[in-house]
Each structure stands twice: as structure tokens, then as C-alpha cells.
């Protein structure tokens, strides 16, 4: 799909046949803070979006809303995000004298895991597919920052450029006190949401694993309650400190904020090279350097762990060969540290066709033997019929697009949907024909602490 590049359609608007359009400016700007950007805007809370990558190459922080594109039980939902961007941008009037990626327009969101399960309360605020284009976002490339203001013009006969200059001048001259983060937040309650029941259903597919069906992932839920409601900003301040390693994300809709620190990557595209990531495997750390190798190495000769990441690097490789006309990927595995538990880790990089999107490749990618099972069907029809849990946007793709097509998506894992004074941390392991439920359920309390820690219930 060709993406528009700000092109001057004022011949077709003059005519009528667009009641609105969108008008961009990029301004490149002294560097600040970036989370301090985020905070300072405490009143756009619930219209807010933080993106950073592992390398810290690109950070992305929106506010406000300028275009929603919220779409429920559809059948594709990728390409009705991809068609519905694009007609967004086609009569599109932008101002950007910069030739970077993620600077200009983007659109920031995620998809529902599994559209086909039925949504619970949980997750009644977030669309199957839930993106928007922010207002104003922060975009530090690489060190260098870029201010983008956004705003759909009603009026054909507008004067444009003065009212985006407006726009920018209310912007910076908008004073707000920025909110203290709370000292100390007490948890009241810590709620194991179906333990015992998660552990039955775990026996119970380890004991039906068959020929065909490999490897099916379970996840679970743990509910969290403090006694003040939960600042976004605060949880960003730990995550940034303690996995700055990852991907860390913050998408607020209303009174819910979906935040985590992903270490695994969906894929990457920049022009027509794009990256994608096999992680599954999983043992703890070390409390020493020798311990920590000893555990590292173990990883790499179990056989369990990796039969299970070569259902995920089979699974990449092949999607990636469909729309790809070269992709590279090394022969074994090798291992991703992180604070708390290290990852087998294959990276797979690829030289995407012309005629194909970054939307097609996340379709073919989701999800992953990692979050979901090998083979993709049969571990979907059994995760539906067997787990307790709506995941909504957990372990699925979450990040951003730009208008050149552009973007990267990472697999929200390490996760949890905050609501006031409570959230929800998830957590899943992949279920093979020799898993332990008791190690596995203790898997799964290990991927809890990062979250658990970030909300500040556990040190």
C-alpha cells in the first residue's frame, strides 16, 4: 500500500468532495524531558499515549485525541485499520521538513488479542482494534527532538496554516503544574484470580496434548488494590528505571491505563526492511554472575525450552517468507536478559515486497507460538475453550504506524490494565506434552514482578 506524503489536494476539496482534512506541522525543538512532557499534561489523563523502544532510538509521547479509529467485530480487523488510515491521510495537508520516521503523523494503539472471545467488563473500554492520532506528540529520534501538532480542519475555506500556528502558540503557552508522584501507594489486596482453577486447566491440556496440537499458552490474572487510585506517571517513572531494556508502553483511555515493558518485539519496519523476534523459553536470573550463567546456560541445552522456541522461530520464519523476498535468521538461539528472568532469543530480519504493509506482516505474526501455541488454530480454539481469562489488549500487538507507512509493534507482554485504585498484571507460559504445573504456574508468579513492582506491591 503506498502511503500519501502530505499531498496538495485543494483542487479536490475546492470541489466538494471532502468536508475535512487533516493539517500537520513538525517543529524541531529543544530537547527536554520526555516523561516530563507526558506528566505536565495531567489534564489530558485518559487521552494520553508513551512509547519507548529497548534502545531508546524512538520515543513517541502523544496527547489529546485528533482522530479515533476504534473498530469492533470485523472480520480483518488489520486491514480496516490500514484502509481507514489511509483514507485519513489522502487529502492530507502537512507541514514537515523533516525526513525522519515517527515524526509527522502517527497512529498509536493496539488490537484485542482475540476478537473471537467474548469481551468481559475488563476490558469494555477498548475497541477490538483501539488507535488514535494524538493531538500533539513528542518524537525524540535519536536524541533529537521533534514537536508535532495535529488538527482535522471542518472548512474548506479555512486559512489553514494560521490555525495549526495558533494551535502550536496555546500549546506553549499552556501552564500546568505538574502533579507530584505519590510517596507510597499501600497495597491493600493482592487477589490470585482463578489459582487454583488455572493449575486444573493446565493439568488438563498437558494431559490432552495430541500428534497435532504441540503447544498451547495459558495465561492468568493477578488483581492488585492500593488505597489511592494509581498515577500513570509514577508507574512510567519505574519502568523507565527498572526495564529500561524493553519496550515500555502507556495507552490511557478514559479512567483505564493498559502499561507494561515488553522485552519482545513484534516487528519493525523501516522502508522496506523490516525485523521481527522469536522469545519463548524462559529461566530466572542468577543472585550472582556464575549463578546467572550457570541458569544461562541451562536454558540453551533444555529440550523443552527449545522445542518451544523453535515452534516460534518455524512459525516467523514462515510468515516472514510470505511477504518477504529475503529473510535472514541465525541457526540457534541466543539469550535476552532481563531484570528479572532471561529469554531464549532469535532476531529475523527481513526485505519486505513492495506490494505489502506493515498491518499484513502483523497479521500474519499474530499471535505467536509464544502467546499462543503451535499449531496457530488448534491453540486458539483451545485457549477459547479452556482459559479464564479475556486478555484483551495482553500479549497482543500494540505500538505504532506513521504516514509513510512506517512503524513498529511490540508483543504487549508484562503487562496490566490499571482502573483508579486497582489493576490487573497477566501472565502466561506456553503449556508443551512435559510441563510441570507447579513450575509452571511459579513461571508465571516470576513474569508477575515486573509489573508488580512498577505498581509498587512488591520490592
Known amino acids: 500500500m503506498k502511503y500519501s506524503k502530505g499531498l496538495l489536494v485543494d483542487d ?15 517543529i524541531k525543538i529543544e530537547p527536554k524531558d520526555y516523561l516530563s512532557f507526558f506528566t505536565n499534561y495531567s489534564s489530558y489523563k485518559g487521552k494520553r499515549f508513551f512509547w519507548k523502544d529497548p534502545s531508546s532510538e524512538n520515543i513517541l509521547i502523544g496527547i489529546g485525541r485528533c482522530k479515533e ?13 490500514e484502509q481507514s488510515w489511509r483514507d485519513f491521510l489522502e487529502n492530507s495537508k502537512l507541514m514537515n521538513d523533516f525526513n525522519r520516521i515517527g515524526v509527522g503523523p502517527v497512529l498509536f494503539g493496539g488490537f484485542s488479542f482475540d476478537p473471537e472471545k467474548p469481551k468481559t467488563e475488563l476490558w469494555k473500554s477498548f475497541a477490538d482494534a483501539h488507535f488514535f492520532v494524538p493531538e500533539f506528540m513528542l518524537s525524540e529520534i535519536n536524541g533529537e527532538q521533534f514537536l508535532t501538532v495535529n488538527m482535522v480542519m471542518d472548512e474548506i475555506d479555512v486559512n489553514y496554516e494560521q490555525e495549526i500556528e495558533e494551535k502550536l502558540s496555546l500549546f506553549f503557552d499552556r501552564k500546568e503544574n505538574m502533579k507530584p508522584y505519590m510517596e507510597g501507594n499501600p497495597l491493600i489486596n493482592s487477589i490470585e484470580v482463578n489459582g487454583e482453577k488455572w493449575k486444573h486447566v493446565v493439568g488438563n491440556v498437558v494431559a490432552n496434548l495430541n500428534g497435532m496440537l504441540k503447544k498451547v499458552v495459558l495465561a492468568r490474572e493477578c488483581r492488585l488494590v492500593f488505597k489511592e487510585e494509581i498515577q500513570t506517571e509514577f508507574v512510567l517513572d519505574q519502568l523507565l528505571r527498572e526495564q529500561n531494556n524493553s519496550y515500555i508502553f502507556a495507552l490511557e483511555e478514559g479512567d483505564n491505563c493498559f502499561i507494561g515493558a515488553s522485552p519482545e518485539r513484534l516487528v519493525k519496519k523501516t522502508g522496506n526492511k523490516v525485523l521481527s523476534t522469536c522469545l519463548a523459553g524462559s529461566i530466572p536470573r542468577g543472585e550472582n554472575e556464575e549463578r546467572d550463567q550457570e541458569l544461562g546456560a541451562r536454558l540453551l541445552a533444555d529440550e523443552k525450552n527449545r522445542t518451544e522456541h523453535q515452534y516460534v522461530v518455524n512459525m516467523i520464519q514462515s510468515a516472514m517468507e510470505m511477504v518477504c523476498k529475503q529473510v535472514e535468521i541465525p541457526t540457534a538461539p541466543s539469550l535476552m536478559k532481563m531484570r528479572d ?22 497479521r500474519l505474526l499474530h499471535p505467536t507460538p509464544a502467546l499462543g501455541g503451535f499449531p496457530q488454530r488448534l491453540a486458539m480454539e483451545k485457549i477459547r475453550k479452556e482459559e479464564q481469562l479475556d486478555r484483551g489488549l495482553y500479549g497482543a500487538p500494540l505500538g505504532w504506524i506513521d504516514y509513510q507507512g512506517n512503524g513498529e509493534f511490540a508483543v504487549s507482554i508484562r503487562s496490566g490494565l490499571i482502573q483508579k485504585n486497582e489493576a490487573s498484571i497477566f501472565a502466561g ?3 508443551v506434552a512435559n510441563s510441570d504445573v507447579e513450575l509452571e504456574y511459579k513461571e508465571t508468579a516470576m ?6 513492582r512498577a505498581l509498587g506491591g512488591k520490592k
Open 69 to 81: 479509529i476504534y473498530i469492533n467485530k470485523q472480520k480483518d480487523l488489520y486491514m480496516a485499520v
Open 429 to 431: 507460559c506456553g503449556i
Open 447 to 452: 513474569k508477575f514482578r515486573p509489573m508488580q
Open 341 to 362: 528472568i532471561q529469554h531464549l532469543y532469535t532476531p529475523v530480519k527481513g526485505i519486505l515486497r513492495e506490494t505489502e504493509s506493515l498491518m499484513e506482516l502483523i
Open 12 to 26: 479536490k476539496v475546492k470541489q466538494g468532495k471532502y468536508s475535512s482534512f487533516l493539517v500537520s506541522k513538525v
